[in-house]
């Protein structure tokens, strides 16, 4: 059984900057497309960003140019760099298959930028 673990959160101030990890367990992470999701207070689950198995990636319009994806398949790791954090960016950070394909998602991890 597939199981995600959410790290790197925590409260910053706006301008601010955090890593978010995210462990994946019960498969090897190289088979898959990735992405990262978030959950603001209140609103629907969107998806932030995706990291294809060959490295590419792909941004939602209001992250692009301040955070970064990226993988390392060989610790079944995924990464999400945040840069110039924004109020808006509060929320809880979810990964999984871009599709939400795992059903078991993990507890995520929340940032919460102050302004």
């Known amino acids: 059984q597939v199981q995600l673990v959410e790290s790197g959160g925590g409260v910053v101030q706006a301008g601010g900057s955090l890593r978010l990890s995210c462990g994946v367990s019960?498969?090897?992470?190289?088979?898959?497309?990735m992405a990262w999701y978030r959950q603001a207070p209140g609103k629907q689950r969107e998806l932030v960003a995706i990291?294809?198995?060959?490295?590419?990636?792909n941004y939602t319009d209001s992250v692009k140019g301040r955070f970064t994806i990226s993988r390392d398949n060989n610790r079944n790791t995924v990464y999400l760099q945040m840069n110039n954090l924004k109020p808006e960016d509060t929320a809880v950070y979810y990964c999984?298959?871009?599709?939400?394909?795992?059903?078991?998602w993990g507890k995520g991890t929340l940032v919460t930028v102050s302004s």
């Open positions: 999984n298959q871009p599709n939400g394909a795992w059903d078991t």
């Open positions: 019960g498969t090897l992470l190289r088979f898959y497309d």
């Open positions: 990291v294809t198995r060959q490295g590419s990636t």
